[in-house]
């Protein structure tokens, strides 16, 4: 990864990379093991195939967020994969997205992306530095809830 103006805008793009990735291979495993996910109303937990659209999903839309804050232009993502036949083409549509992260944020500076909040598609106020937090946590906590998961299944 070349140079950023703000270490900490680079930093956080690989640990995002990294959680994705880490995200992906987890799925794979519950998604073999037949884990169910737990019953509720959000959407985004519809299926094991729905969930996988949704973590993938969002590591292109907050791209898309912060690209759109920033007055960047639009990077060349998709950022609403059909769950549908989306597992087959996981590696492929996680690396397009992964791909579409390398250059935007390069010239943002510290100051730029920490001095203001823009609220999120989902209403909460968020910088860019903390969208890019949320950005690699995302991914982090549904692997958690996964690997709880396939943790429960392995001790009943």
Not at 69 to 85: F, M, R, T, W, Y
């Amino acid at each position: 990864m070349s140079e950023y103006r703000y270490g900490g805008a680079k930093t956080l793009v690989a640990l995002h990379a990294r959680y994705l990735r880490e995200f992906l291979a987890t799925w794979r495993r519950a998604d073999a093991a037949g884990i169910q996910l737990p019953e509720t109303t959000d959407p985004s937990y519809a299926s094991r195939e729905v969930l996988l659209a949704h973590v993938l999903g969002c590591a292109a839309h907050y791209l898309v967020w912060m690209c759109e804050q920033l007055n960047l232009p639009a990077p060349d993502v998709e950022s609403n994969p059909p769950a549908k036949g989306l597992a087959a083409r996981a590696d492929q549509y996680m690396e397009s997205v992964l791909a579409a992260w390398e250059q935007p944020l390069r010239e943002v500076s510290e100051e730029v992306a920490d001095s203001k909040a823009y609220l999120a598609r989902w209403g909460s106020p968020f910088t860019i530095d903390s969208m890019l937090e949320h950005a690699v946590m995302h991914p982090i906590r549904h692997s958690y809830q996964l690997e709880s998961l396939m943790a429960r299944e392995a001790g009943s």
